[in-house]
């Protein structure tokens, strides 16, 4: 036995010895795997993969398979100028269809197909503008689609410098798509067989995550309608006949959120036609605070139910074969999981457990589930899900296995009377006893939170003798309603406050050294971020990637004039209100600790003012700063060369302001 156990660990710490550390090159390897789609047979699953194409400085998304039974996988596509993606097969199995914006110069994002077996694939749509999203009819013979008014006829030539944006709109920008006009988001339909396409749904709206029922005789859809959608939050479904005239129905009634598209949850009918499951939000005064609950409507009658009222957030359900239980993944305290939700008396079972995070999951029509997910030390992969545990059948991130990851562990404090959780991820090399450069890791949303999933930028820091703390603070998700709204309309206090909680706690455990302290997040963990370092000098260095202080410059610039009004108010009736809101730009004089400031250049979620504005009072009062902006981006960065700049960059501000350093190995 002993000779046994000496074997175990030789062999171990062979393998340890020739792992590599984790690096800002490895982003560039990451493969991120999305959207799980059975066959009709149940014995395929396509998915898509996107990688980055260094060649080309950019992400690139094409579609594989996955046998069910052997794990084999195919790859579908390789565009290495173009992508594709929303896989969906055809009834009889033997193609698929997909969105891509391949083509010559007209490549719009358009919907095409190509066998399953490979090959060449057929465009079937001509539409003037991009189309975001569709789904096939049950018989494969129609497409029911998403786009906006076109400004163009398809293959038009674009003219050499654009019209003129003009707005009458409410919210006036949105992140991904720029300005916003009259151009609305309508529902689609073309008969794939004569090419001819018909207008469902016109008017000064729009629609959004189409699904066509299985018996073929309605499509549902979500929007928002009245007076002015934009200045509300009160999505419903609605049903139609999918023919042009038909009259529309709306199905839920709900004064709040019936399925916000930001869950990324579509409609999803029961195999009889009768029943939709979705996802119902707060009214609209919470915003995000409130859990989106699991909620089932009856097509017929409009007759809503919530069948397990419980004080998480549900996403992505799913119905079983017999229509007698939803799947729906359930986010809990650092864990998200798969769920069973029983009808008939609302018992929810987990079918994955452990520290994990769960993204997506698939039904077939026999049974079969797989689940997208991952954990601590893996991104995401697609497993089967079977009465024995979970069976791996695409993984696309296996050079990890050469890396040397640093574990993570949970952390578990109090501020007050309030019980708070955090992830801690010691270096690579941690001597227990010894005090580290540490730096505080903060989440956006801000109704997020820190899972046990994979974090590549933690692993980078670990990687470089730093210790990561990622905090969970009161304004978060996973904790239910009232801790989610202890932070509403009064951004940076009692959150601020449980984050010096929990830095003095790793403090007091002897990990953290409290003369090397550094702070960072992205969005919302950026304004923390800014606001913890105006109340707190004692952090040597900070990031503040996307984020904002002074909320009068932000209101009516961003995409959030409606949440504005809707939390805050407005600036001329709310001074108070703002005035907290703005704490750090309006006492920017506080601030002492040395501050990256990055944004992307066309982020509409939250612009580069925001960054600009306190850029710029730190620089007026020469405390040590700087501003990166990175051209033609969004509010998440996609562009490889800029992920891995961006990496480099926080390396070298935290080892500068914390090890008084420059980066080891050119790292």
């Not at 999203?133 to 018989?139: Q, T």
Request: proline share 7%; aromatic share 10%; glycine share 8%.
């Amino acid at each position: 036995m002993r000779a046994l156990w000496l074997l175990a660990f030789l062999t171990a710490s062979a393998h340890a010895q020739t792992q590599t550390p984790f690096t800002a090159d490895d982003l560039a390897k990451l493969v991120d795997l999305t959207e799980p789609t059975f066959s009709p047979d149940g014995r395929t699953i396509a998915y898509t993969a996107t990688a980055a194409n260094l060649t080309e400085d950019a992400s690139q998304s094409d579609l594989w398979l996955v046998d069910y039974a052997s794990g084999k996988r195919t790859r579908l596509t390789n565009t290495p100028k173009k992508d594709e993606s929303r896989p969906q097969w055809m009834p009889d199995g033997k193609s698929i269809a997909f969105l891509s914006d391949r083509g010559g110069e007209e490549a719009k994002t358009q919907v095409w197909s190509m066998p399953a077996s490979g090959g060449e694939a057929k465009r079937l749509t001509k539409f003037g503008d991009d189309i975001s999203d569709f789904v096939l009819s049950p018989d494969g013979k129609r497409i029911a689609f998403i786009a906006r008014d076109p400004e163009r006829p398809f293959g038009a030539k674009e003219p050499k410098n654009p019209l003129p944006i003009v707005t009458e709109r409410y919210q006036l920008r949105e992140d991904g798509v720029g300005y916003l006009t009259t151009r609305r988001a309508h529902l689609y339909v073309l008969d794939i067989a004569t090419g001819k396409t018909e207008l469902l749904t016109p008017g000064a709206h729009d629609e959004q995550l189409p699904a066509w029922s299985p018996d073929g005789k309605l499509l549902a859809y979500v929007t928002k309608r009245g007076v002015d959608p934009d200045r509300h939050l009160n999505y419903d479904i609605y049903v139609v006949e999918p023919k042009a005239g038909a009259k529309e129905r709306q199905l839920t009634t709900f004064t709040g959120s019936d399925l916000d598209p930001y869950w990324e949850t579509r409609p999803t009918w029961s195999p009889d036609s009768t029943r939709i499951a979705y996802l119902r939000s707060g009214e609209d005064k919470w915003i995000y605070y409130t859990p989106w609950q699991l909620a089932i409507v009856d097509v017929a009658t409009g007759t809503e139910s919530i069948p397990a009222p419980i004080d998480r957030c549900f996403t992505k359900p799913r119905w079983s074969s017999d229509g007698k239980s939803v799947y729906a993944l359930i986010e809990q305290p650092l864990v998200t999981h798969l769920s069973r939700i029983d009808l008939a008396d609302g018992k929810v079972t987990p079918l994955t457990t452990g520290p994990r995070f769960d993204y997506d999951l698939d039904v077939s029509r026999d049974g079969r589930i797989v689940v997208l997910g991952g954990g601590d030390l893996h991104p995401y992969d697609i497993a089967a899900v079977e009465p024995t545990g979970l069976r791996t059948l695409a993984d696309h991130n296996a050079f990890l296995e050469k890396r040397r990851l640093a574990p993570v562990e949970e952390l578990h404090f109090r501020n007050g009377d309030v019980e708070l959780e955090g992830l801690l991820i010691k270096p690579i090399g941690y001597v227990e006893g010894r005090r580290y450069p540490t730096i505080v890791r903060l989440h956006g949303g801000p109704v997020y939170q820190f899972s046990h999933e994979f974090m590549p930028d933690w692993q980078a820091y670990a990687a470089q003798g730093f210790a990561v703390v990622a905090l969970n603070p009161r304004g978060g998700s996973g904790r239910g309603f009232d801790f989610a709204k202890a932070i509403y309309a009064d951004w940076g206090n009692v959150d601020a406050s449980d984050v010096l909680a929990g830095v003095d706690h790793v403090v007091a455990l002897g990990i953290a050294d409290p003369d090397r302290l550094g702070i960072g997040g992205w969005s919302y963990g950026a304004i923390l971020t800014n606001a913890v370092i105006a109340r707190d000098q004692r952090f040597k260095a900070a990031i503040s990637g996307a984020g904002a202080s002074n909320m009068y410059g932000m209101f009516g610039h961003d995409q959030y004039i409606r949440e504005y009004t809707l939390e805050l108010g407005t600036p001329w009736d709310n001074r108070e209100v703002y005035d907290r809101a703005s704490f750090p730009f309006l006492h920017s004089d506080r601030i002492t600790t040395p501050t990256l400031f990055q944004c992307g250049e066309a982020d509409a979620n939250v612009p580069c003012l925001g960054a600009e504005q306190m850029y710029q009072a730190l620089r007026s009062r020469d405390v040590p700063t700087q501003l990166v902006v990175y051209p033609g981006e969004s509010h998440g960065l996609t562009v490889p060369s800029y992920l891995r700049d961006r990496m480099m960059r926080n390396l070298g501000w935290y080892a500068r302001y914390l090890k008084g350093t420059d980066l080891k190995g050119g790292e």
